[in-house]
């Protein structure tokens, strides 16, 4: 299939992001994230240690009143070039020192999630290309297209433990693991990244989400709760790039103030001090991330988790948006 053009392509993200919910009239103050008894709880993380950042205590929170926890990892993250570059010395490295870096992060996953759960949560990766999710939707759809990560140069999963290690990087096939991994889970809350998130990664991968969740409610499921949640934004979240990691404190934070309202609802979790020092130390598990960026992790860990909440309404016109703009680029 032959990718869209840039323009296209940008108001086609832009543009499905902000159809996520009807509109409404005012925007009201977020209401309290009520966690019931037993619930299934699927959190959707575009690289190892945004599951930790947003939903650390949601996570926590779940596993406390009886319910279930399931992690998938779009990528490895083996595709933060920097990163490799200072850790290897390398100007240039070579896939291998990718990969490598890609299993290192998974290793530092497993811990954070044996620190939340203890041996409770369920953590999975799909393997996709760190750094290629939004190229999936655009010019990689079609399983007869694969495309090749820009750093491993794989074009399929090239980890052991991956969910099916000989799935096809294609956009079709990326959509079809997040529905299988649906109908297994059968989630009644999850956690998404939000499609206006600035990183292309967090935005497609919301988007599969909401592509995903869409195929499979016409299977007859109930919609779940939906949480949309951002890690990329300007100037946000607050003490993101202070000289020094500020220390956890009883400050908030709140979803970013330019952030659109786009009609939605908003709801936050107010975390308890036993869930704010769990979920601080898990997030020092990633030592590679806090080599990388120590203020911009310290900045999440704060009493207050913000989600939006999308509907299946939303989810549904996001759906027929994306679906008219891949029928139109395979023409």
Known sequence: MRGLDDSIAEWFVFAAATLVAAVSAAAAPPS?????ARERLLVVSPHPDDETLVAGGLVQRVLARGGSVRVVL?????????????????????????IAYGEQ???????????????????????????????????????????PSPTTGARDPPYADAMEPDVAYDGADLRRELVHVLRETQPTIVVLP???????????????TLLALDSWSHDGASMPRLLAYIVHWPDWPPGWNAPSPPSASAAR????????????ERTVLTLTEA??????????????????????LAAFVRHTEPFTVFTQRGVERVDRLIERHLMRGAQ
């Open 32 to 36: 309290a994230l009520e966690v019931r």
């Open 253 to 264: 934070l709140d979803l970013p103030p330019t952030l659109p309202q786009r009609g939605t």
């Open 194 to 208: 939000d499609p206006l998130d600035k990183h292309p990664d967090h935005r497609a991968s919301g988007l599969f």
């Open 74 to 98: 779009m990528t490895a993250g083996d595709g933060y070039v920097e990163a490799v570059i200072r850790a290897t010395g390398l100007p240039r490295p070579r896939p291998a020192e990718y």
């Open 275 to 296: 869930e704010v020092r769990v979920k601080e130390a898990a997030l020092t598990r990633y030592v590679s991330q806090h080599q990388a960026t120590p203020s911009f």
């Open 105 to 147: 992060r998974l290793k530092e996953a497993r811990a954070a999630m044996r620190d939340l759960g203890g041996g409770k949560i369920r953590l999975e990766l799909l393997g996709f290309p760190d750094g290629g999710l939004e190229q999936l939707l655009h010019a990689y759809w079609s399983r007869g297209h694969p495309e």
